[in-house]
């Protein structure tokens, strides 16, 4: 398959060059017309971040939005961009397919274990984000029609977990008027010899005239590490592999019908975490084996359109399937000192539905209705392992295999609301949005029978050689979580001038409520150890923001600024029981967060564009009791996990090479705070600093780009992180392995070859 898509895709790209001259003409004009304009103006986006298509600069909210484009242009394959070019957002990276976005500092750690994510991300209709223990899929980011990343909560259309913020991924719709095709290569290399290969390709062809068309891509990337693990003995380890693509066929039988089918299908194999012991040196690593964070996504679509009278009705319904492996060496929880492991595989069904009803434009009131159903079930096998070196070294036996304990579970969430959203323009430049959003949340864990426990911890721990004895693990029904009620968003717009405009939103968010799997239990290692408490409610978070957007001098400059207050109260926190690292959630009393962001963008003179943009932000926990301090590890005045400043300059020149190429030098600056990895104190154990917290550093990259554009094909040649910088930027919270940190990746040099028909 990998190989048919990547094959259709290029070789029809290629084929493309041979088509009549009219035609290549006809196709060349409008993106002629589009960098003419650009030149003279910043341009004005579209995006549908309210469920409607809307000028950008009249949606009253924080958006960032970035075209394909934008994204060639800057290198921009998977998540690892997409956070330096938003301002306020930075991303928590422990390795490939293993991330949490922060947004406006709504988050007490980068990890995020057995919570909800505090940042909603969907590939168009699909939520794919999920709890911190869980991969989640680094999607390619080829061939999109736009990404939005949307700030501040998004709970009345977005639902559970866009507490901070939501990002969309959404992808090309076929065109049945015109035959099109392309192809990006890149080759780089990673420090001094890691090869980096990354390869898509694109081809839309019409099949009826107005009527029908199958648009296909394809990808693959190939990627060598540039971390050694000294346990494994493996050097450049953290190499990754990941190939994929999707066809959509587009069929318009009528004016007001179109009925789109959307098949996906991508695979993601890092071959070792990216997190690093600086004490063992620099770029290096330990674990017995290789930790993986593996996932394969495939996704099936069907959406309608149909357009009446006054309204376009809109159903998409999504069927997906995810396979993901979790495996991680655990020794770092007991020093190295006995082997311990996870190898945890898992598999998602998620079955999703959304049905909304928007108004045409152009009356005094707008309107969205909507409803929302959302059904996952996720497998998960754990399996906790010891090695056959270790087991024979002191003595253990009665194991069937090094797995000393083995047990499925299954847990099934649903989540289901109606939505809507209401705007009245009491005239052109005056308008008030109203927004709801009412619905259910639920989960409940489940335990098969079958499984088995044993006494390993303790017998190795304390060097009881031996038999072990092995306890049969009975099937269980955990309590179900559920949670029911509104959210809703507020806001008023007023436009000066018409291209100027300002708002000001009230808007909430939450996240569902959790049970702890192991709730009650006593440690086994530590029986004056904390008790695991019940769960955690849902969280509560109100936003306040007011903002503007607008243009000057003829379009040559643009400006995007808001300032917000967030007020989080019940927050979800997690934590782990130091004896026996135990994972459990609770809430605490409460945080706020208050700041402001910036975007600019400016044309000074002709064929220079200079981009900056920002966010300074100061949040910490304001309200805790010392029950809360104790059971979570929080002081009062304790920072969130996100930096005080954040922000990006670009410059860019074009400039006529000869006549038929135009070139391009751009030259980037990204710099991000420092910020704490978690919470400070162990938890149950008040006022004893955790062995685990520690600071990210401050840090500031360099890229570069120096392009040329042939008619159809052009040529780039880069270098990201320009000055080698390899400071610290994600702290993991927990003890559980022993690397906690994630470093920049080295330089790299490389050429990009596109070619777009």
């Given amino acids: 398959m990998r190989a048919i898509l990547l094959a259709s895709a290029c070789a029809v790209a290629t084929m493309a060059a041979w088509q009549p001259a009219e035609a290549q003409t006809a196709a060349a004009n409008p993106s002629d017309e589009r960098q003419d304009q650009e030149v003279t103006s910043v341009g004005e986006v579209i995006v549908t971040a309210t469920r409607r298509a809307e000028r950008l600069q009249d949606v009253p909210l924080s958006i960032t939005t970035l075209s394909q484009d934008e994204l060639t242009e800057k290198g921009i394959v998977g998540y690892e961009g997409l956070a330096t070019e938003t301002p306020g957002v930075i991303l928590n990276r422990a390795s490939a397919n293993f991330n949490n976005f922060t947004a406006r500092g709504i988050a007490t750690n980068g990890y995020n274990a057995n919570l909800q994510s505090t940042v909603a991300i969907y590939i168009d209709e699909l939520p794919i984000s999920s ?31 866009s507490l901070a913020g939501a990002l969309r991924i959404l992808t090309h719709a076929p065109d049945p008027n015109a035959f099109e095709a392309s192809f990006l ?61 999707r066809a959509t066929l587009l069929w318009e039988p009528t004016d007001r019908l179109s009925i789109q089918l959307r098949y996906s299908h991508e695979e993601s194999d890092p071959q070792d975490s990216s997190l690093v012991n600086p004490t063992l040196g620099e770029d290096t690593r330990r674990s017995d084996r290789p930790d993986r964070f593996s996932g394969v996504m495939t996704n099936y679509n069907v959406t309608f359109d149909y357009q009446f009278n006054g309204a376009n009705l809109t159903s998409s319904s999504t069927w997906s399937d995810y396979d993901a492996l979790f495996h991680v060496d655990l020794a770092g929880t007991f020093g190295q000192t006995i082997a311990f492991a996870l190898d945890a595989d898992a598999w998602d069904e998620t079955f999703v539905q959304e049905m909304r009803l928007v108004s045409d434009p152009g009356g005094r009131f707008d309107w969205v209705l909507g409803g929302f159903y959302f059904e996952r079930r996720r497998d998960v096998a754990f399996n906790y392992r ?21 047990f499925n579970s299954y847990s099934i969430s649903h989540e289901q609301a109606l939505f809507g959203q ?23 864990a489940f335990t098969e029978a079958g499984g088995y426990n044993s006494n390993y911890l303790v017998n190795a721990l304390f060097g009881i050689p031996g038999p072990l004895t092995i306890t049969p693990i009975a099937a269980a029904e955990g309590v179900k979580a559920e949670e029911t009620g509104p959210s809703y968003r507020a806001s008023v717009s007023w436009r000066p001038r018409p291209s100027l405009t300002t708002y000001a939103t009230v808007a909430t968010g939450f996240r569902g409520p959790i049970v702890n799997a192991r709730a009650g239990a006593v440690s086994v290692l530590d029986p004056t150890d904390l008790v695991i408490p019940y769960g955690a409610d849902s969280d509560e978070l109100i936003s306040y923001e007011v903002g503007l957007k607008g243009s000057w001098m003829n379009g040559r400059l643009a400006a995007n600024l808001a300032l917000y207050y967030i007020d989080w109260n019940d927050i979800q926190v997690q934590a782990n029981r130091v004896s026996d690292q135990v994972q459990f959630a609770t809430n605490i009393g409460g945080a706020y967060s208050r700041g402001i962001e910036f975007e600019l963008r400016a044309i000074p003179a002709e064929g220079w564009t ?8 100061d949040a910490e926990v304001d309200d805790l009791s010392p029950e809360e301090a104790a059971i979570s590890g929080a002081v009062l005045g304790a920072r969130l996990a996100g ?67 042939f008619d159809r094909v052009t040529v780039a040649a880069y270098v990201e992180n320009l000055f080698d910088d390899r400071s610290i930027n994600y702290v ?6 022993d690397g906690k940190y994630g470093v920049n990746r080295p330089r790299t040099v490389g050429v990009r070859l596109g070619y777009a028909f």
């Fill in 422 to 444: 209401l705007t009245y323009r009491f005239t052109d430049d005056f308008w008030v949005t109203g927004g709801l959003r009412y619905g259910s949340t639920d989960a409940q």
């Fill in 643 to 709: 930096p005080r400043f954040s922000g990006s300059l670009l410059v860019n020149y074009n400039f006529d090479l000869f006549q038929s190429a135009e070139g391009n030098a751009s030259v980037s600056v990204i710099h991000v705070g420092d910020y704490p990895g978690s919470f400070p104190n162990v938890p149950g154990q008040p006022g004893v600093v955790s062995p685990t917290y520690d600071w990210t550093e401050e840090y500031t990259i360099v890229n570069a780009t120096l392009a040329a554009a």
């Fill in 610 to 617: 200079v981009a900056l943009n920002g966010a300074l932000n």
């Fill in 131 to 161: 709890n911190g223990n869980s991969t989640i899929l680094d999607p390619s980011l080829y061939d999109v029609e736009r990404i939005e990343f949307l700030r501040g909560p998004q709970g009345t259309l977005f639902g559970s977990g």
């Fill in 185 to 245: 290569g890149d080759i780089g290399v990673t420090g001094s010899d890691s090869l980096r290969q990354r390869y898509n390709g694109m081809v839309n062809i019409p099949l009826v005239e107005d009527q029908l068309a199958l648009r296909v891509v394809g990808f693959s990337r190939d990627e060598e590490g540039y971390l050694n693990n000294i346990g494994t003995g493996v050097e450049n380890s953290n190499s990754l592999e990941s190939w994929g693509g």
């Fill in 732 to 737: 993991h919270p927990e003890a559980f392995v």
């Fill in 386 to 406: 010891s090695s056959p070196e270790f087991l024979a070294a002191r003595g253990i036996t009665g194991l069937p295999d090094e797995y000393y304990q083995r």
